[in-house]
């Protein structure tokens, strides 16, 4: 035979309930108390109403009249010419000296 212990916990909430009190008490009042029954009436009022009344109506319509016209648009032809530009350029020419040597005879 095997033995074992075992260890339960519970857990406890506290709960705050309110217990209504309920008084019963006969109050004498010296004004009595009138009941009223409402009842709604309808209440009919008249109302004009503009309506939108449909006329015809002539009108009249200018015509419009196409004139077609032909006329010579000249033709403008543009033409690139190039243009020399004249740039000087220094140039450096190599100078010969010349030694001359006299003989005395």
Do not use: A, F, L, S
Not at 66 to 83: E, F, G, L, S, T
Request: aromatic share 2%; glycine share 0%.
């Amino acid at each position: 035979q095997t033995v074992q212990h075992t260890v339960v916990q519970d857990q406890i909430q506290k709960i705050e309930v309110v217990k209504p009190t309920i008084v019963q008490r006969t109050v004498q009042r010296k004004k009595p108390i009138i009941q009223e029954n409402i009842r709604e009436v309808p209440k009919v009022m008249i109302q004009h109403v503009p309506v939108q009344k449909v006329v015809q109506k002539t009108v009249e319509v200018p015509q419009i009249e196409y004139v077609d016209r032909i006329v010579d648009v000249p033709v403008v032809r543009q033409h690139h010419v190039p243009v020399i530009q004249k740039v000087q350029k220094t140039v450096e020419v190599p100078t010969i000296d010349y030694v001359d040597h006299h003989v005395h005879v």
